[in-house]
Structure formats: C-alpha cells, structure tokens
C-alpha cells in the first residue's frame, strides 16, 4: 500500500464552486499534515498546516484531519479561476527541520469562469 | 518578498555527465533540502541540510549523489554521474529554524533531462 494516496484528478469546477480535495495514508506514525499549491512551472508552496485531528480554516480554505480513518482534506469555498493548480498534500511524522515530508501525487484542479 | 532561486532552469546532459544544481536560499533559513519530482510522479524527499551536514537522506541519495554549501549563501546538489532515471526536476527549498508552521520555502526548480 501506498504511503500517500491522492486522486490526481483533473477536477474541473465552475467560479464559485466548493471544491473538495483528499488524501489519505497509510502511515499512523504521521502528525503533522499539510497542503501545498503548485501553479505550472512553479515550486510548491504551503497553503493550510495543521497538526493532529479537527478543523482548521484560512479565509475561504479549511483544512481537515481524521487520524482515526486517515484521512485528510482541504475545502475551498468560493472558488475562483485563480486557485487554479495542482493541489499536493504533504504529511510528516514530525516537525523538526530535519522530518522529511511525504508528499501526494497531486490533484490538477481547474476552475471555469 | 524573499524567495529561493534555483540555476539553471531546465540543463539537458548526456547520460554518465556530471550535473551540479545550484540553489540560494533564503538567507535567514538554517535547513535546507533537496527534493525531486519525475514527471506526473510524486514530489520525493531527498536530503535535508543543516549545520554544514547532511541531516537526513532518503534512499534515493546514492552515492552517486552530494550536496554542499560552498559559500555561505549558495547549495548544491552534484550529480556524478548521472542516469537516464535521474530525469526530473529538482526542487531546493529552505525553512528556519522553527518548522512548527511546517512552511518549507520552494524555489521554481530546475529541470533535468538525461540523454
């Protein structure tokens, strides 16, 4: 079984669409968990962090973690053509600069005006 | 804003060359890291950086490959000898000391295409 597992998608959304992005692993010794957005040609960069189990929100993105079924997902709320992008989540088992992260594959998300 | 650069952007090579990869980070940051993504592949972790010494690797650093902070400011990731497989491209990246955010900083990567 895969550490990470992540639909790559493509997801196409109408503008102001809620869109719904998942991951989920295998690894129970994971805490930390992570979404990053990567624009095409661009390097990632972190959207949303949040450690152990619940909710977390940032403007029109929520984060959510289940440890207990292992999986994680990020909402976005009114979307817009400009969070056009490939959405990675990214896992750690700790939060030393040394902990490496493990990424998912990545879902392509587009949103139509 | 403060930003990773990566050099070159894209470096196409014979198979069995040498590639070095260069990197500035952010100039504050203490870790630094090199990651790799072969095409519609994941982004996989390959060595972590600190204090003038590898501090994690994955599987993936052979001894084919090396790192070094030569100057102060620049990191680099050498190739010897490099494979076909070794086509991907390659992600720096930096954080500070405090990872608690998570936040690793990515530069725009550099493509690497084996011949």
């Known amino acids: 079984q895969k550490e990470v597992e992540q639909d790559p998608g493509p997801l196409s959304v109408p503008e102001g669409a809620i869109v719904s992005l998942n991951c989920t692993y295998s690894?129970?010794?994971?805490?930390?968990f992570m979404w990053y957005r990567q624009y095409s040609r661009k390097g990632p960069e972190l959207l949303m962090y949040?450690?152990?189990?619940g909710n977390k929100e940032d403007g029109r993105f929520t984060a959510q973690v289940d440890k207990s079924s292992k999986y994680i997902s990020l909402f976005i709320r009114d979307s817009q053509p400009s969070d056009s992008a490939t959405y990675l989540c990214?896992?750690?088992?700790?939060?030393?600069?040394?902990?490496?992260?493990?990424f998912g594959k990545g879902t392509r998300l587009s949103v139509i005006a | 804003e403060p930003e990773v650069t990566q050099t070159p952007s894209h470096q196409v090579t014979q198979m069995g060359q040498e590639v070095i990869l260069r990197c500035v980070p952010i100039?504050?940051?203490?870790?630094f890291y090199w990651y790799r993504q072969i095409l519609g592949q994941k982004v996989e972790f390959l060595v972590s950086f600190y204090n003038n010494e590898i501090s994690e690797k994955s599987e993936i650093f052979d001894d084919q490959f090396s790192v070094e902070r030569p100057d102060g400011s620049n990191f680099t990731l050498k190739i010897r000898s490099t494979k076909l497989e070794d086509s991907a491209m390659y992600f720096c990246?930096?954080?500070?000391?405090?990872?608690?955010?998570?936040?690793?900083?990515f530069g725009e990567g550099s493509r690497l295409t084996v011949l």
């Open positions: 990246a930096s954080s500070s000391r405090d990872r608690n955010t998570g936040e690793l900083f």
């Open positions: 690894n129970s010794a994971f805490q930390y």
């Open positions: 990214a896992m750690s088992v700790g939060n030393s600069g040394n902990t490496p992260l493990v």
């Open positions: 949040t450690y152990s189990s």
């Open positions: 100039s504050n940051h203490l870790y």
